[in-house]
């Protein structure tokens, strides 16, 4: 895979890695970005199967300030925010989609290449506050899903950085692409790589076994393992090629890293002539190929270990309490000495080395196997020196890359992006002060440069010279040669005023109101005593109301129903504007303006009262009907109908229900009524057969017989049939009502036969109403009074007479 994906970047590379190789300036600043965040204390970095970027690692415990100011180096401002919706322009950005969104509260970063985007985003988490997910990446519509995942595998295998990118410089020193072969092998432990080199020169070649990152295997003629480890990274002036991975190969060195290359620099260090060439690709015509040299080689460390042990074993023989203390020797002293003596001897041919980067490793690495080594410090110390070595290299780099640059239009932004490709790489480098100096100087150099130009156009005739007198002015506001400018066209005062009016004709049509008010504030600037003056202060504040006016016309467009916010903006351009000649127009819509916003109150005031549950139903609907009927044809008048319609339905689902209600009710009173009287008949039934007596016959109609006088009567009077009192006029309505028995002729009683059921024996036996009305009225002035008789049990009966407006109770009889 490995393999395939360097061919791609060397051999079949497709348009837009060759657009990426092309633009590798900007390439290698967004490479030293990518490494700038990968050695950050507290990044955490994505598992690469997990990663949506080419970069993505979560920051710790770090203000995402100082990360925004970091990516604008290179990017510039933010293109989204936090707090601050997508602009439209970028909605179909495809890193956008690619991103899967982009929240409120995240910022977005884009830098447009040839053909595609460098992009960076900030994800701040919502639930761990202080980490904050990093983005790095590139996007474009056109790469092929093969060419994204060979740039994607080359950066996060940490391959796809500045030094690959020195393979375009077509470097020869011992290089995969850009790397020498010792720090590829570093890169490779770093990173866990798998992958099979084959390594060749003129007359050698060899084959090393990576598995995860570990050198597990090397082969070159008849050496193996350790031996022909040794030859190969002594080799001077090799080409590497990546191989299929080769599964069946198991671990034949079991040697760290930093071992095996300083036995291959001792070996490179003993000098061609010296070395023979071992192996089939590399020995000599006629010579018989002979590992002597590497089984010396290897059993070197195997003798001086067994001199070593000697002491040891003779002291065991002879003395077994001895061992303590030789064992502290041992660790103590003589092992001491024996990295002392590693060290001493890895500093010579660091010394040799003409890669700064190669010596980096190969001391980080001794560091890095030599845990115990008591003077680590100094060892760091060589390091911090070459790190600041590279650092004052890289700096003399960009001061001569800028030096090499054509002083032209492009100048400033080339220049700017090689300083701040060294700022990001060196954010708070020795040099950084310098830089930012440098940075600070290209403004004056620019300077130079557009004033020289305009000896260029001296001879031209005026609206050029004017306008690139004008060009300068705008772009150096505060430059070297302002005032010489200014004197250029003072010089052509009248010139210019003619000049001025030609442009303001064009400047009205196309409504470029900015370029007409620049170019009136310059000539009031400079022309002070001009007596076209107070015509250009005129001419100037007019086309500031043209543009106010267009600015008024579209905010007013944007606010669209918003009229509070249209007056507001009408009142606003009328007291700055006051002899506008636009007035007329803006008063006659304001009145407009007046007369939709009255209305609108009053829709809203019957709006929110018909919608205002606690009001009463049938007021909400009088409230709209009243609305409707005094505004026919206003603007509100179809939603008031609506809500009206709405309301008036549930009205009538309402009033369904209440009769629906109510018949319910009034079946259940006149069931309950009914059973009322039937119990009540069955009362006076009992009554009638527990009195002993048979003068009164209950007949099973409603009625009774009284045997002595052969009346018959009904069983309830009115007490017990209706449950209250009538008048006397009630009283005679009741009667004629009645059809009990399926009679008709029912009548008021005389008072002899009322008394003869009361006041002779045996009594009728219900006797609950106090009185009863009869047929006998008597008229007595003005006032109307008629018979009545009680129902007290009692043999004596007197005469008495109630007012007819009396409310008693009636005994129906017939006929």
């Not at 290359?261 to 001792?266: I, Y």
């Not at 505060?478 to 010489?484: D, W």
């Not at 059921?757 to 109403?769: G, H, L, Q, V």
Request: charged share 30%; proline share 3%.
């Amino acid at each position: 895979m490995v393999k395939k994906l360097l061919k791609n970047l060397s051999q079949n590379e497709s348009q837009e890695l060759r657009n990426l190789k092309n633009n590798i300036g900007l390439t290698k600043k967004f490479l030293n970005l990518v490494r700038h965040f990968d050695q950050l204390p507290k990044m955490e970095k994505t598992p690469y199967d997990a990663t949506r970027s080419l970069y993505q690692a979560v920051s710790k415990g770090r203000d995402i300030s100082r990360l925004v100011k970091v990516l604008e180096i290179f990017y510039g401002p933010p293109r989204k925010a936090p707090g601050k919706s997508m602009p439209l322009s970028l909605r179909f950005n495809p890193s956008i989609k690619y991103l899967r969104g982009i929240r409120e509260e995240q910022y977005l970063f884009l830098k447009e290449a040839k053909e595609g985007f460098f992009y960076a985003a900030l994800w701040p988490w919502q639930k761990t506050a202080g980490n904050i997910t990093v983005h790095l990446g590139y996007i474009s519509s056109k790469m092929s899903k093969n060419d994204y995942t060979d740039l994607e595998k080359l950066v996060k295998t940490n391959v796809l950085n500045e030094k690959v990118f020195k393979a375009f410089d077509a470097d020869n020193k011992s290089r995969i692409y850009g790397i020498s072969l010792a720090s590829f092998l570093k890169m490779a432990a770093f990173e866990k790589i798998s992958c099979n080199l084959e390594i060749k020169t003129r007359s050698k070649a060899g084959r090393l076994f990576l598995r995860k990152g570990e050198l597990i295997a090397a082969e070159t003629g008849r050496l193996k393992s350790k031996s022909a480890a040794y030859e190969i990274l002594s080799w001077e002036n090799t080409s590497v090629e990546l191989k299929e991975v080769d599964g069946k190969k198991k671990n034949e060195i079991n040697q760290g890293l930093l071992e095996i290359l300083v036995e291959a620099l001792k070996l490179r260090s003993t000098g061609s002539g010296e070395r023979r060439t071992i192996g089939r690709a590399g020995r000599t015509s006629g010579e018989k190929p002979s590992d002597e040299k590497y089984r010396k080689l290897l059993g070197s460390a195997k003798v001086r270990d067994m001199k070593r042990f000697l002491p040891v074993f003779v002291t065991v023989l002879g003395v077994i309490f001895v061992v303590g203390a030789i064992s502290f020797v041992y660790t103590r002293v003589l092992i001491p000495r024996q990295i002392q003596g590693e060290y001493d001897a890895l500093l010579e041919l660091v010394e040799r080395s003409d890669s700064l980067e190669e010596k980096e490793i190969i001391l980080q690495e001794f560091i890095n196997s030599n845990p115990e080594y008591g003077d680590t410090e100094k060892v760091e110390n060589k390091i911090k020196e070459i790190r600041d070595a590279i650092e004052k290299q890289d700096f003399q780099i960009a001061l001569n890359e800028v030096n090499n640059l054509t002083i032209d239009s492009d100048y400033e932004v080339i220049a700017r992006d090689i300083y701040s490709g060294y700022l990001i790489k060196y954010p708070n480098g020795v040099y950084e002060d310098k830089i930012k100096e440098k940075i600070a100087e290209i403004p004056s150099l620019i300077d130079e440069i557009d004033y020289k130009k305009l000896t260029e156009v001296a001879q031209s005739d005026f609206g050029k010279r004017i306008d690139a007198y004008l060009y300068y002015l705008s772009k150096h506001p505060q430059g070297k040669y302002i005032r010489v400018v200014e004197e250029l066209i003072e010089e052509t005062g009248e010139e210019y005023y003619n000049y001025l009016i030609r442009e303001i004709t064009f400047v009205e049509q196309h409504k470029l109101w900015d370029r007409g008010i620049e170019l009136c504030s310059r000539f009031i600037d400079i022309f002070k005593n001009s007596y076209h003056l107070n015509e250009v202060i005129e001419l100037k504040a007019s086309l500031q109301s043209n543009k106010d006016y267009d600015l008024l016309m579209a905010h007013i467009k944007r606010s669209g129903s918003n009229y509070w916010r249209v007056r507001k903006a009408y009142y606003d351009f009328l007291a700055k504007h006051p002899n506008t000649d636009k007035k007329d127009a803006i008063e006659k819509d304001l009145s407009r303006i007046a007369k939709i916003i009255n209305e609108l109150k009053k829709w809203e005031r019957v709006l929110v009262y018909s919608k205002n549950e606690k009001n009463q139903l049938a007021k909400r609907i009088y409230e709209l009907e009243n609305y409707i009927n005094y505004n026919p044809s206003g603007p509100y008048v179809d939603p008031a109908k609506k809500i009206l319609r709405r309301l008036q339905t549930e009205n009538q689902t309402i009033k369904q229900k209440q009769i629906g209600q109510q018949r319910s009710r009034e079946q259940a009173r006149i069931r309950q009524e009914k059973n009322r009287i039937n119990n009540e008949r069955k009362k006076i039934k009992t009554m009638l057969s527990q009195s002993g007596k048979r003068r009164y016959v209950s007949n099973n109609n409603g009625t009774f017989t009284d045997k002595k006088t052969g009346l018959t009567w009904c069983l309830l009077d009115s007490k017990a049939a209706l449950n209250t009192c009538l008048d006397y006029k009630s009283a005679q309505k009741y009667v004629k009502s009645l059809k009990t028995g399926g009679f008709r002729d029912w009548r008021l009683p005389y008072s002899n036969e009322l008394a003869a059921i009361y006041k002779s024996e045996p009594f009728f036996p219900d006797n609950r109403a106090k009185w009863y009305w009869t047929s006998e009225v008597f008229i007595k002035g003005y006032s109307k009074t008629a018979l009545i008789v009680t129902s007290k049990h009692e043999k004596a009966y007197k005469r008495q007479q109630a007012n007819l407006n009396k409310c008693g109770w009636v005994r129906a009889v017939r006929p």
